[in-house]
T-cell receptor, first 111, second 114 residues
Framework: DGGITQSPKYLFRKEGQNVTLSCEQN?????MYWYRQDPGQGLRLIYY???????QKGDIAEGYSVSREKKESFPLTVTSAQKNPTAFYLC??????????FGEGSWLTVV | GDSVTQMEGPVTLSEEAFLTINCTYT??????LFWYVQYPGEGLQLLLK?????DKGSNKGFEATYRKETTSFHLEKGSVQVSDSAVYFC?????????????FGSGTRLSIRP
């Protein structure tokens, strides 16, 4: 919300193709997060990063990769190894020990 | 591990009705508790939060009280409006961690009839 920008809003992926979702924040928060939301369901954590050049797997990291080269940026790559990537992806940022703020989300559809 | 359980939806109410959405949690530490709201096709917005026992979070007429004895954080609003129709997520964050992962409940869809 506010200072977190996700792009693109809508993305279509062909079978076997890697795609990258962008997430940029200007909140100066240390931690960043990627969650996946399937229709009618809750959110599941994919990856998170506490500081630059460091990140940890969440509950459903298989088939995804991330990087954290800059504090402001935390892109998510959905690889061809992710067999069911169609979902709504949410990026968040937060300071240690407290609230996460989210972007508007990105819709990924496999065609 | 830590978890959040919230009442299943959908919940359908008439405008100006009283709203309660139940949320209970399981945590080994002293979590912060949150309610997020998701309007159709949008991301999550923080609605309110509470960081310690007996704290009351409030925003836009919604409120929730951190009850450690019952491990609950029920969301209430005295008079709902059509514009409150959305999905509401209860969540917790273990504040002991340097980068807290937020654990979400499964969400409760709320529909308000005019």
């Amino acid at each position: 919300d506010g200072g977190i920008t996700q792009s693109p809003k809508y993305l279509f992926r062909k079978e076997g193709q890697n795609v990258t979702l962008s997430c940029e924040q200007n909140l100066n928060h240390d931690a960043m997060y990627w969650y996946r939301q399937d229709p009618g369901q809750g959110l599941r954590l994919i990856y998170y990063s506490q500081i630059v050049n460091d990140f940890q797997k969440g509950d459903i990291a298989e088939g995804y990769s991330v990087s954290r080269e800059k504090k402001e940026s935390f892109p998510l790559t959905v690889t061809s190894a992710q067999k069911n990537p169609t979902a709504f992806y949410l990026c968040g940022a937060g300071n240690s020990g407290n609230t996460i703020y989210f972007g508007e989300g990105s819709w990924l559809t496999v065609v | 591990g830590d978890s959040v359980t919230q009442m299943e939806g959908p919940v359908t109410l008439s405008e100006e009705a009283f709203l309660t959405i139940n949320c209970t949690y399981t945590a080994t530490g002293y979590p912060s508790l949150f309610w997020y709201v998701q309007y159709p096709g949008e991301g999550l917005q923080l609605l309110l939060k509470a960081t310690k026992a007996d704290d009351k979070g409030s925003n836009k007429g919604f409120e929730a009280t951190y009850r450690k004895e019952t491990t609950s954080f029920h969301l209430e609003k005295g008079s709902v409006q059509v514009s409150d129709s959305a999905v509401y997520f209860c969540a917790l964050s273990d504040s002991r961690s340097s980068a807290s992962k937020i654990i979400f409940g499964s969400g409760t869809r709320l529909s308000i009839r005019p």
